[in-house]
């Protein structure tokens, strides 16, 4: 038994030697500023191709590409309120600009909506569901209705067509739309609630239903750049994100435009 | 004591040790056999059964859910016949978060158990088959009560990994507040709020609380079982 | 009753070729270490299945290769008094002398448990633990286990190592009235010649 100990104790040492070696013989990163690395831009999930592409086409002009991170709107806002060294911030709603606004974080003069959207009901690509009413035992995916914009534009409309009460408690809140959009690809949710454009990028779902566009506040992108950011590329980013050139991109994967 | 945590986050608190409690339980016999299996029994293919419950123990987590997924989601061989024959479906459902957090202790309950069964003096069972012991009773009168405080040490080292599983659970199961949603996920969840810090620290002292208290009654069960009571006199 | 075995038995690369008939009382199996004693014993007990032979006990065949015949231990009666004793851990005395006394059938119990703990000297020992108990203490609860399974023959694995000079003797003298008042065979091994002649009705060498 002591001969066992004595081995793993031994093997365990090796395998941290081997890593401290590594990390020390890894390049360092460099801080975002330095070559090779662009703007590091926090995007709503729901983004995800489009904002893609748009950084792709930034790139091709000779910039350094932007690093480009993207969640629910709410875990992106924590983490600018926690520190994160990001130059800018695309949120899916209002909210939680405001929510960074008015601590500060924004730098001023530089926000404006980019984008706009519509929530659409789903249901798996062969799936038979035709609307709400056939939820049944199953649950409704969306994004979390406390704090994710999808899931709160969701529950708005929901709530202002009056089946909010049925529903409330048999929803499979995910932590970003494209989690809901996923639990109705793989057919677990019989029924979700996703953008627009979340439904048009997946091929594995079938839309059932536009919800109103007055049941709920109007979907806004707004876009900023964060009072920490240092990067100097960061103004120009921003600019050529509301460009003829960005928007011809965002509105071919289904965004509408704020103007 | 009940006004530190609202009644919301002590359902969070239940729902782990239920979802817990129930994952070890189940998986029990399954471990011990697996245990006995390996300590035991020499048969082809033995070591790929090593591998593959030691699996869990090295994959990411969170590949480990996306193979729950795969068999036991909805459209899973499995998860498709249990929804066919007997309407259980797992996603979504504590007993999803149960079937990932067992998946997930199994290796560590089977290396314990397997140590207490190998340390029984094999001499001891051939003296109670002269005895006239059949091979099965052996078994019940002397290696299992022998292996007993490996059994303990096992399960209670599996509830303590039950407590904190959270890849894998939040993979396969999601985070259904109420269902699934167990202490690592409130926590998680919490951290994904602006202004969760408060909810996060008091979830997280108590996660601390509950598993050192697992980890050292384990302990214990492990030194009271080192007491060489296995051997042959 | 007789003792009427012979067999073949190749472990690791020694080759055990033994065959005895004997009607003693006590026969004695002689030879130095490493001679495949205990193998034989073991064969015996049906722990090994011999690659060759036959092993009958009086009228009971336990073993046949030419038939295919082999009887599992727990159907061979054979009460086995182990060298290292292998008296179990976590039962007290009582119940590890009970342990084969309540898995015999009722028709086989030929011997009770006052007359055993009167014959070894060991009814004060009766709720203490195994790890408790001294050398000389063990071998006799051992003994007793083996006689209380309701055993029709006895092997015993060299009853008096490790035992100083007066302990060994207390052994010898029981098992000296075991052979006389109880009407169970016995089948001794033991490499120590002295303590063989004097109990031995038959002495079986084996190289």
């Not at chain 1, 592409?53 to 629910?72: D, K, N, R």
């Not at chain 1, 209705?145 to 529903?167: F, I, R, T």
């Amino acid at each position: 038994m002591f001969a066992r100990l004595a081995d793993l104790l031994r093997a365990f040492a090796l395998i941290m030697l081997l890593s401290l070696v590594a990390a020390c013989g890894a390049p360092s990163q460099p801080e975002n500023a330095t070559a090779g690395k662009g703007p590091v831009v926090l995007a709503a999930a729901s983004l995800q191709e489009a904002l893609t592409e748009v950084a792709g086409a930034w790139a091709a002009q000779g910039h350094p590409a932007p690093v480009l991170s993207f969640a629910g709107s709410s875990a992106l806002a924590r983490q600018v309120e926690q520190g994160a060294p990001a130059d800018l911030f695309v949120s899916a709603d209002e909210e939680w600009m405001d929510v960074l606004d008015r601590q500060g974080l924004v730098r001023p003069g530089t926000r404006a909506d980019l984008l706009s959207n519509r929530i659409v009901l789903i249901a798996p690509a062969d799936g038979t569901a035709k609307s709400l009413a056939d939820l049944g035992d199953g649950r409704l995916a969306l994004a979390d209705p406390d704090a994710v914009p999808a899931g709160k534009y969701a529950k708005a409309a929901l709530e202002h067509l009056g089946q909010w009460a049925a529903v409330s408690g048999r929803i499979a809140p995910a932590e970003n739309v494209r989690a809901a959009l996923a639990l109705v690809e793989r057919g677990e949710a019989p029924l979700g609630i996703v953008y627009a454009t979340d439904a048009r990028a997946s091929g594995k779902v079938r839309l059932v239903e536009t919800l109103p566009e007055d049941s709920h506040p109007p979907i806004r992108y707004p876009v900023a750049i964060l009072s920490a950011s240092t990067h100097p590329d960061a103004a120009a980013l921003r600019a050529f994100l509301a460009s003829p050139e960005a928007m011809r991109i965002f509105a071919s994967h289904g965004f509408g435009t704020v103007e | 004591m009940t006004g530190w945590l609202t009644p919301d986050e002590w359902g969070v608190v239940a729902l782990s040790l239920r979802v817990s409690l129930a994952a070890v339980l189940f998986t029990l016999p399954l471990a011990y056999a697996l245990a006995w299996l390996l300590a035991r029994r020499r048969f082809p293919g033995r070591i790929l059964l090593d591998a593959l419950v030691h699996m869990p123990l090295v994959l990411p987590p969170v590949v480990t859910g996306w193979l729950l997924l795969l068999l036991f989601g909805r459209n899973g061989p499995v998860g498709g016949w249990l929804e066919a024959n007997f309407g259980v479906t797992l996603v979504f459902r504590w007993t999803g978060a149960a079937l990932a957090a067992a998946v997930m202790a199994l290796p560590l309950m089977v290396r314990a158990m397997r140590l207490s069964i190998e340390a029984v003096d094999r001499r001891l069972v051939s003296a109670a088959r002269t005895l006239g012991a059949s091979p099965w009773r052996a078994f019940l009168t002397i290696t299992l009560p022998l292996s007993a405080p490996g059994i303990a040490a096992g399960a209670m080292l599996g509830f303590a990994r039950s407590l904190g599983e959270f890849g894998a659970t939040i993979t396969f199961a999601s985070n259904i507040a109420g269902e699934t949603r167990t202490l690592p996920l409130a926590i998680y969840s919490g951290l994904q709020l602006p202004g969760g810090e408060a909810l996060v620290t008091r979830l997280s002292i108590i996660s601390v609380v509950l598993s050192v208290a697992a980890l050292v009654v384990s302990e214990w069960l492990v030194r009271r079982s080192a007491g060489a009571r296995a051997h042959v006199l | 009753m007789s003792f009427d075995v012979s067999l073949r038995h190749g472990i690791g690369e020694r080759q055990i070729d033994l065959a005895f008939i004997s009607t003693a009382r006590l026969t004695a199996l002689v030879g130095p270490s490493g001679a495949g004693k205990t193998t034989v014993l073991n064969c015996i007990a049906g722990l090994i299945r011999p690659d060759e032979g036959r092993i009958a006990v009086g009228d009971h065949v336990l073993f046949d290769s030419a038939t295919g015949l082999f009887l599992p231990p727990e159907r061979r009666r054979a009460g086995y008094v182990f060298q290292e004793g292998r008296l179990f851990p976590h039962l007290r005395v009582a119940a590890n002398l009970a342990y084969g006394e309540r898995l015999a059938p009722a028709e086989d119990r030929w011997i009770g448990q006052g007359e055993v703990t009167d014959l070894l000297g060991i009814g004060h020992l009766l709720h203490r633990m195994p790890a408790t108990l001294s050398g000389g203490e063990a071998r006799r609860v051992a003994i007793g286990r083996a006689l209380l399974s309701g055993a029709r023959f006895l092997l015993l694995d060299e009853p008096f190592a490790s035992l100083d000079a007066a302990r060994a003797e207390e052994i010898l003298q029981l098992v000296e009235r075991i052979r006389d008042e109880l009407a169970i065979p016995i089948l001794l091994v033991s490499h120590d010649r002295t303590e063989v002649d004097r109990l031995a009705g038959q002495v079986v060498p084996m190289a």
